[in-house]
Structures are given as C-alpha cells and as structure tokens.
T-cell receptor
C-alpha cells in the first residue's frame, strides 16, 4: 500500500520570505503522480502543483515549485515570496494506476505580516 | 463554469440515523470520487463512481454506499451513523482518460453525529 508522510504539523513564515514544506512517500509503483493541495478555511481543496513521476524536471507554478527526488521518495513544496493568502492547510498526495488519492496528514502554514 | 457543488453544507444527525449527501460534478466531468476528512486529518478515499458503477472502494464498511446518476451527479449514503462518522465529506470530479488524475473538489458537507 502507498503511504504519504508529512512529519511537520505546523510551520510559520514571514511575509515575502520563502518556506519549504516536506513530504515523503512510499510506493512500489513506477508510474504515479504527486500533488500538493491547499485547503483554506473555506474547506475547498485547491490543487497547487502536480508532478508526474516520469518527468525529471521539477514542476513550477508561479511562486510554487517542487523538489522531486524520486530515488529518495521525497517531494517538497517551496513557496517563494509568501503572501498572507498562502496561509492554509497544505496536503501532499499520491496517486498511481488506480487514480485514488492518498493524502498525508497535512501541515498548517501560517504567514506573519 | 460551475465547479463541484455539494449539498448540504452542514448537517447534524444522531447515532443510528441515516444520511444522504449529494454532489454535482464539474461540467464535462464524468467520474466522481468521495473522501472522508476527519478533523485535523487528511482526506481518506471512500469510493469512486464511473458510468453509474462503483469502480473502486477504500477501506470503509458497507454502511457507506453510493450511487451515480445518468447526469453524472452522485450521492453518498451512510447508514447506522456512528459518532466516528463525524467528518467533512468531500466530493471530487474528474474526466476519465487523460484527465482522470486532475481532480476538482467541492467545498464539502460537514456531518456532525451526536
């Protein structure tokens, strides 16, 4: 079975600074996708960034980028130029051939003005 | 373009009762998945529906059942409610094929069991 581990329950960052959220996963599959989702107090899960395992290049979306280390099964999210609106729960998630998402426990990110 | 719509947004039930939650997928999507998110936890996969059939299921008891209608909307039913069923229930839709891994989530239905 696949597992996703987010070991940091909370992080805090100063506005305009950079923060990195950690995630590790375990799988025996060779073809899979990894995701970071943001869940603000409004509860709606919003896709931040997606990485296909077969792509060596790290995904980027504006201020968000990932460091995908396939051999180490590590998938961290870097948020640059942090904004107050980035404050939320962030979930790392995995999906393989069966298309069901396996989520980590999440991390609460707070942004200090 | 309407996203995923879920109803009701909040509801309170007592132990032993039954509940039905509803989901309308994003326009153009044909696959619906349901997730349970306990407070302070990540969502857990309940089941997925495609072409009105349950295609795969997570580790949930038979008290949890679902349905998908010809218009792709879906219902989640939970019978004999337990206190532990209190959670946020999220519906997510996607498009079979190349878009299957790109999920759009609704805002969820918050169920409280007393």
């Amino acid at each position: 079975a696949q597992t996703v581990t987010q070991s940091q329950p909370e992080m805090s960052v100063q506005e305009a600074e950079t923060v990195t959220l950690s995630c590790t996963y375990d799988t025996s599959e060779s073809d899979y996708y990894l995701f970071w989702y943001k869940q603000p107090p409004s509860r709606q899960m919003i896709l931040v960034i997606r990485q296909e395992a077969y792509k060596q290049q790290n995904a980027t979306e504006n201020r968000f980028s990932v460091n995908f280390q396939k051999a180490a099964k590590s998938f961290s999210l870097k948020i640059s130029d942090s904004q107050l609106g980035d404050a939320a729960m962030y979930f790392c998630a995995y999906t393989g051939a069966n298309s069901k998402l396996t989520f980590g426990k999440g991390i609460t990110l707070s942004v200090r003005p | 373009d309407a996203g995923v719509t879920q109803s009701p947004t909040h509801l309170i039930k007592t132990r032993g009762q039954q509940v039905t939650l509803r989901c309308s997928p994003k326009s153009g999507h044909d696959t619906v998945s349901w997730y349970q998110q306990a407070l302070g936890q990540g969502p857990q996969f309940i089941f997925q529906y495609y072409e009105e059939e349950e295609r795969q299921r997570g580790n949930f008891p038979d008290r949890f059942s679902g349905h998908q209608f010809p218009n792709y909307s879906s219902e989640l039913n939970v019978n004999a409610l337990l206190l532990g069923d209190s959670a946020l229930y999220l519906c997510a839709s996607s498009l079979e094929g190349a878009g299957l891994h790109v999920l759009t989530f609704g805002a969820g239905s918050r169920l409280t069991v007393l």
